[in-house]
């Protein structure tokens, strides 16, 4: 067994496709073949099940899998502390968020990127859930979005203030927004939300239906982009977390704050709590407290290594 081998294996995991798997790695379609048949007759075990294309792993591939994992981390971040420990670090922080968290990750991109030329960053628009199953797996070093106080007290968490929500509306709407509107005030607008099924809608509807308001949107979408775009061009009235760039970089669209309860979700950058956390991850979460210490409240379990 080696280290290839095992690539290869979670390699064909991400890709689901033997061709896809075989490109990912710079190999051909029958290399990569070859040699996860050749991990499965060192191991003794069927790994992959195959017909005329990739059919998904056996139980046993599945365990085999998870150790793969584990130890491909555990071979990436040694890289990275031996690079650490000269001084310097390369490589790519992959980061998972949600994408009405409204976070602005770009001071601490650029104070990374000043202090770290060779690092790269990957940023992948996730739900909460795929955001924890990712730090779970290893296939992400940072998340952030909202989560539930027992998910945050497992892992190292930086919190973000509470900042609540804010309703977005252009200039054809201004007379019908007091200056600290109520859900009864907005429930004959056009209003863009969420889809239905993300937690900030589902927060929305919840509080709504406590003052006798039922949500109706004109337009719903899991993009703020989107959502602002729509404020922008006149169609309705958004709401959204606060914290959003977007309300100073579109002229002519406005917010007020909207007076509601607070989420029992809270908003926060996340990564994982154990001694599995990459050195990527925890220079990243050093950088970030440097770059925004919101009330003094990080919960980290070990000390950034950059």
């Known amino acids: ?53 990739f059919e998904g792993f056996t139980p046993e591939g599945e365990r085999v899998l998870a150790g793969a994992r584990n130890l491909l981390s555990q071979y990436g971040n040694l890289k990275l502390e031996v690079e650490a420990m000269k001084g310097s670090l390369t490589g790519t922080v992959r980061l998972g968020l949600v994408p009405l968290s409204c976070m602005d990750l770009n001071p601490i991109l ?44 497992r892992l190292n968490s930086l919190a973000l203030p509470e900042q609540g929500v804010r309703v977005a509306f252009g200039a054809a709407w201004r007379e019908r927004i007091p200056l600290q509107p109520t859900p009864l005030d907005l429930a004959q607008l056009p209003l863009c939300l969420p889809k239905t099924g993300m937690y900030f809608r589902h927060y929305l509807e919840r509080v709504f239906d406590l003052q006798g308001v039922r949500l109706q949107p004109m337009l719903a979408s899991n993009s703020v982009y989107r959502l602002m775009r729509a404020v922008h061009s006149g169609l309705g009235c958004a709401l959204i977390p606060a914290g959003s760039a977007l309300f100073t970089e ?42 925004w210490q919101p009330s003094g409240s990080a919960h980290t379990n070990d000390e950034a290594v950059l």
Do not use: W
């Open 110 to 153: 650029a104070l990374l990127r000043r202090r770290y030329p060779g690092l790269s960053f990957e940023i992948n628009d996730m739900t909460a859930d795929a955001i924890l199953q990712g730090l779970e797996n290893n296939s992400l070093d940072i998340g952030g979005g909202f989560f539930e106080p027992e998910v945050l007290a």
């Open 1 to 53: 067994m080696d280290i290839k081998q095992l690539q290869y294996l979670c390699a064909l995991e991400r890709e689901r496709h033997f061709g896809r798997a075989a490109q990912a790695c710079c190999i051909t379609q029958p290399t990569l073949s070859m040699r996860i048949k050749q991990l499965e007759d060192e191991l003794g075990l069927v790994l992959v099940r195959r017909g005329k294309q």
């Open 250 to 291: 579109l002229p002519g669209v406005e917010s007020r704050p909207l007076a509601l309860p607070a989420m029992s979700r809270l908003g926060a950058l996340v990564m994982r709590g154990d001694s599995q956390a990459s050195v990527l991850a925890r220079g990243f979460f050093d950088v970030a407290k440097e770059c």
